[in-house]
């Protein structure tokens, strides 16, 4: 009965000492919080170190829930030999912005800018992802909500309701999914490039009532199944972005 008795107790400290994980194990684990990753990435087809950023933000696709990805293609690349076709000025005045919110001497390609808040190289992609992870932990201080409605004469229209604080700029955007393109002249010179998130349309509006409906307008090459409308609220006084939210197009 003594041996029995010894064995019996044996098996059960196996048992427990076998179903005991230790707290640090669990916590290394990662889970999605409530919260969102608005990044912004600024990039050109005429600079020879965008392609590694371009393709780290094509990685996220999926990766995590709430991750709204923004690629804007800076014009001021363009006078040294190569036209990016996606490029446009308000992109650069945007980038500029964000320099003079950062507190930079310069504004650079490839960079980033999650949530408006934080700043780095683009092709940085285990602090991109990193920073991402940290910043949809955090619990929004108000919501963004979006309805797209079916295209209609190359006008897409986008109902908001959003915080009416005059401080908070809303900012729409029709991003489309995916391109390449064969890049002639230029750093690029001979590549066929990978572009994802390439913003088509952006607009800064003021919704002081908290509701309303706005006008995205549909590049005449593209579909709505290859389009995105990502929306965000941003503080006017220091670039931070608040509440994001997206939706395919019908």
Known sequence: MQIFKSVFNLLISIFLFSSFIPPHEVTNKFYSGPGFAVVELFTSEGCSSCPPADEAVGRLEGWEKNVFVLSFHVDYWNNLGWKDIFSNPAYSSRQKEYGTFFHLSNIYTPQIVINGKVEFVGSEESRLRKTIQESILETP????????????????????????????????????????????????????????????????????????????????ELRASNCTVIAFLQDSNNGHIIAATGSSIP
């Open 141 to 220: 201080s108000t919501e963004i909500h979006i309805k797209v409605l079916k295209e209609t004469n190359r006008k897409i229209p986008v109902t908001v309701a959003s915080d009416g604080n005059k401080d908070f700029r809303l900012n729409l955007a029709l991003v489309q999914n995916y391109a390449s393109d064969f890049v002639q002249r230029g750093e690029n010179k001979g590549k066929t490039l990978s572009h994802f998130f390439i913003v088509r349309e952006f607009k800064i509006l003021s919704n002081p009532k908290g509701s309303d409906t706005f006008f995205l307008n549909m590049p005449t």
